[in-house]
């Protein structure tokens, strides 16, 4: 007889616990934590919704997810089709929806701007193309090859597809940025009413309670004749034939810890702001477009999202890539310091800092995902973004598959 062990609630965990549901075979799902989503949370501070990190959804996951989630459902607003580019001491927005003002915008030159037209064009046969090379070329090497120009690099490409892979100097393979330009021509970034935290909560609806297991760390993992025991914070065991589990066993087994991974993560802070006023009226994802940044983008959160800040004020989230070698104490202030030459007309004085999340382990270096133990014929199967790569619908889907697949 089946049964099967899920080790961990994030988004792969409950793909897993979804598609197990729905085949009705046995299993448990056990998390170390008090609540289901992994990566993907959101906590309540004096009113404003603050998620772990700046994330979004793109409203394109929803075609590739199984229907009947209840993700359709959910309140979402969205940021705008386009973003705001500060370099110089000033700011501009491009915008697809706006077709004039992106022409005329000297952001960068008309040959950038058609190249822009083109690749979006042919976006999915680029993306079905590159998807099937075995070494695709890095981001920037792709942009070069296409005919961007330096400019357009910098101005735009390094903020914003450094900004999705958390690396601004665009060596990540362009499988990404193929794939978040489809999404993005596609569909939209949005955000849930109630924060990010909610699309995890939603989904594990569908999952019979009785199934889900808070609080509940796997702390050893033992193959034995016909399967594996494995043994919990509480001491008990029990046996299992298959195990669904995000990480080799060892880095799961504890804290995170560099020794233990056998993949490379990248590391990002994000700051929060309580805000009297924002500097833009739409909500466009703010680039910081000048040489060497401490701020990488700036999220005018409650214009996308109302609901993230309470009535009268806002909430922004400035990101940050890396860890950086910058002391805890100085993040507020140089961020703000950064903030004012994007904007150097504007009152920054009454923003103040709601929460630093500083997270080593953001995403993963989606050149060396892993490929241990992915199918292990002895039924322990790796699921979740180490062997998917990042991302809330990769996650989803990599657990889901491999549950549908028992
Ligand atoms: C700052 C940031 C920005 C991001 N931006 C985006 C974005 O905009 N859009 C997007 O789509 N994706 C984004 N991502 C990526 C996305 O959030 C992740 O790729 C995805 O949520 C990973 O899910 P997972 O299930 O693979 O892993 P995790 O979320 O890490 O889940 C693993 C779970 O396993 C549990 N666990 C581990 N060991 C044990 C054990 N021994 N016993 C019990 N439980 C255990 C952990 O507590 C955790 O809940 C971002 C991530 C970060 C951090």
């Known amino acids: ?15 897993a616990a979804i598609a197990l549901s729905k085949s009705g075979l046995d299993f448990e799902l056990h998390e170390k934590a008090n609540q289901v989503g992994g990566k993907v949370a959101s906590e309540y501070v004096e009113g404003f919704t603050l998620d772990r990190g700046f994330q979004v959804y793109f409203s394109s996951y929803t075609y590739e997810f199984p229907s009947g989630l209840g993700l359709e459902k959910l309140n979402w607003g969205s ?8 370099y110089d ?22 040959k950038d701007k058609l190249l822009v037209l083109k690749l979006t064009l042919q976006i999915k046969s680029l993306l079905a193309k590159n998807l099937k090379s075995k070494s695709p070329l890095s981001m920037r090497e792709f942009l070069q090859t296409y005919g961007f120009s330096d400019l357009f690099i910098t101005r735009f490409a390094e903020p914003f597809w450094g900004g999705i892979t958390l690396d601004r100097d665009l060596k990540e393979s362009s499988n990404k940025l193929l794939r978040a330009w489809s999404y993005l021509s596609s569909g939209k ?7 990010m935290g909610v699309i995890p909560a939603t989904l594990s609806k569908v999952i019979p309670p009785d199934r889900i297991h808070l609080n509940s760390q796997v702390v050893a993992i033992k193959t034995t004749g016909n399967g594996f025991e494995a043994t919990f914070t509480d ?9 669904l589990a995000p990480t080799n066993w060892s880095y799961s087994n504890s804290e995170q810890s560099e020794t233990d991974q056998d993949v490379n993560y990248k590391s990002s802070t994000a700051v929060w702001f309580a805000a009297d006023q924002l500097p833009i009226k739409e909500p466009y994802l703010i680039l910081n477009s000048n040489p060497n940044p401490v701020v990488n983008t700036l999220a005018p959160m409650s214009l996308a999202q109302p609901s993230y800040s309470p009535k009268g004020q806002h909430l922004a989230c400035a990101s940050l890539l890396g860890l950086n070698e910058i ?3 100085d993040i507020e202030s140089l961020a703000l310091a950064d903030l004012q030459t994007m904007y150097p007309t504007f009152d920054f004085s009454n923003w103040r800092v709601l929460r630093i999340d500083r997270i080593k382990y953001a995403q993963v270096e989606e050149t060396g995902l892993s490929t241990a133990d992915t199918h292990n014929p002895n039924g322990y199967i790796r699921i979740g973004e180490q062997v998917s790569g990042s991302g809330i619908n990769h996650a989803f889907l990599n657990g889901y598959q491999a549950g549908s697949q028992l």
């Not at 940021?79 to 500060?86: D, E, S």
């Not at 970034?189 to 924060?195: E, N, R, Y």
């Not at 001491?235 to 195990?243: P, R």
Request: proline letters at 8%; hydrophobic letters at 40%.
């Open 1 to 15: 007889m089946k049964k099967v062990l899920i080790v961990g609630g994030g988004l792969s965990g409950i793909g």
């Open 79 to 86: 940021f705008k089709n386009g973003a705001m580019l500060c």
């Open 89 to 110: 001491g000033s700011c501009e927005p491009i915008d697809k929806s706006m077709p004039l003002v992106s022409a005329l915008s000297p952001a960068f030159g008309i």
């Open 189 to 195: 970034a949005v955000i849930p009413a109630g924060g």
């Open 235 to 243: 001491e008990k065991t029990n046996l299992y034939s298959h195990v």
């Open 327 to 329: 002391p805890y104490s």
